[in-house]
T-cell receptor, first 116, second 114 residues
Framework: AQSVTQPDIHITVSEGASLELRCNYS??????LFWYVQSPGQGLQLLLK??????LVQGIKGFEAEFKRSQSSFNLRKPSVHWSDAAEYFC??????????????FGTGTQLKVEL | EAGVAQSPRYKIIEKRQSVAFWCNPI?????LYWYQQILGQGPKLLIQ????????DSQLPKDRFSAERLKGVDSTLKIQPAKLEDSAVYLC????????????FGPGTRLTVT
């Protein structure tokens, strides 16, 4: 079955420190991959997406993610975290061109806390 | 460009009561999605519309949930009767036709069933 796994439920980092949020996927073929952020009381906002090509993708708010086929991973990174980055982060996947359906499958999310 | 609008933002009901949520997608977006997000979980797709037709409702509990998009614009999701396990945030999203990879989400409706 298609699935997305985010192993870390909670992560706490100090402001200014680097951040890496983990995401692993299980799909028959390489899916389209996404990272979303959800602030309290807000809807999900797309940070970045990967379809193909360059395995390092840049997103909004200084985030980037790296696709690693060998590890079935799509980890989100930021070199220096700001207090405003505190939120919940969701990794999601969708079957690619050769796959079927339009359904986005989400991971369970990682809650990021930033210590000042 | 206005975003996806949802109402109400919060709703508290007792079990066995009915409730309805409303969504107005971004203008020009033919595809509309309803997701259920239970606390501690990622959003789960309940139903997807393309204009006023249903594309995917495989995860919609049809014995109690219903949804419609009669004019291909705004949509209503209804639960009747509600159960305690329906407590969740209900998210509406929309996208341009054929661009399911670029969904825009509304702020959600937080439902508490007591």
């Amino acid at each position: 079955a298609q699935s997305v796994t985010q192993p870390d439920i909670h992560i706490t980092v100090s402001e200014g420190a680097s951040l890496e949020l983990r995401c692993n996927y299980s799909y028959g073929a390489t899916p389209y991959l996404f990272w979303y952020v959800q602030s309290p009381g807000q809807g999900l906002q797309l940070l970045l997406k990967y379809f193909s090509g360059d395995t390092l993708v840049q997103g909004i708010k200084g985030f980037e993610a790296e696709f690693k086929r060998s590890q079935s991973s799509f980890n989100l990174r930021k070199p220096s975290v700001h207090w405003s980055d505190a939120a919940e982060y969701f990794c999601a996947a969708k079957a690619g061109v050769t796959g079927g359906g339009n359904k986005l499958t989400f991971g369970t999310g990682t809650q990021l806390k930033v210590e000042l | 460009e206005a975003g996806v609008a949802q109402s109400p933002r919060y709703k508290i009901i007792e079990k066995r009561q009915s409730v309805a949520f409303w969504c107005n997608p971004i203008s020009g977006h033919a595809t509309l999605y309803w997701y259920q997000q239970i606390l501690g979980q990622g959003p789960k797709l309940l139903i997807q519309f393309q204009n006023n037709g249903v594309v995917d409702d495989s995860q919609l509990p049809k014995d109690r949930f219903s949804a419609e998009r009669l004019k291909g614009v705004d949509s209503t999701l209804k639960i009747q009767p509600a159960k305690l396990e329906d407590s969740a945030v209900y998210l509406c999203a929309s996208s341009r036709s054929g661009r399911a990879y670029e969904q825009y989400f509304g702020p959600g409706t937080r439902l508490t069933v007591t």
